[in-house]
């Protein structure tokens, strides 16, 4: 009989066992909702989703989702890689650097991405100051300053963008490959002013949808 009742509770737990796992194997409405969900977390919120705007790491882990920069570092060291810029040529004289740009991208909003972009981003960088975009320093400074290493940019075509500086600068394009350098939607950034660092729009893999400070910044693939 002990032997009997045994077995009994073992098909009986065994049986409940199979039905729990059925029922657990059809998901529920909110895991369909979240099947293509990754949560990530950080050590803290960002303080700005305008990368050129602060210094503080946990932005940048946001922004280079949403951002793309003309060069990128390698995966595992800081060798220079194409991003928005496919090609580039150095002259001589290391006064001179022509980027040749993506075709065909599109900032999150519609708008084109193209030389007068690039350009747009830059003398925006130039004309503000370490307080607005701390990073733009390490080009010599800002516009106002004497030691500000570019002396213009000319945009030689829809694809094809040439800076000319006034002294060679040996870190030039690791400087451009950093994360504060995402290229920003001219546009956007007229229509949002201020505002632009909490609505931000890049050409990333992802655009920006949403962010509650200090509980959750939600991303969407683009």
Known sequence: MKKTWLFSSFIFVLALALFLGGCSSSPTSEEKATKDTLVFGRGGDSTSLDPITTTEGETFKVTENIFEKLLNYGEKDTTIHPGLATEWDVAKDGKSYT???????????????????????????????????????????????????????????????????????????????????????????????????????????????EWKQNDRIVLEKN
């Open 99 to 209: 980027f040749y740009l993506r075709k065909g991208v599109k900032f999150h909003d519609g708008t084109d991405f193209n030389a007068e972009a690039v350009k747009f981003n830059f003398e925006r960088w130039m004309n503000g100051d370490a307080e607005k975009f701390p990073y733009y320093g390490m080009f010599g400074g800002y516009k106002k300053d004497k030691g500000h290493v570019i002396k213009d940019i000319i945009v030689k075509g829809e694809h094809e963008i040439e800076f000319q500086l006034k002294r060679p600068q040996a870190t030039f394009l690791k400087n451009i490959a950093m994360s504060p350098f995402g290229i920003a939607s001219p546009a956007a950034v007229e229509k949002s002013g201020d505002s632009f660092r909490e609505n931000p729009v890049g050409t990333g893999p992802f655009k920006f949808k």
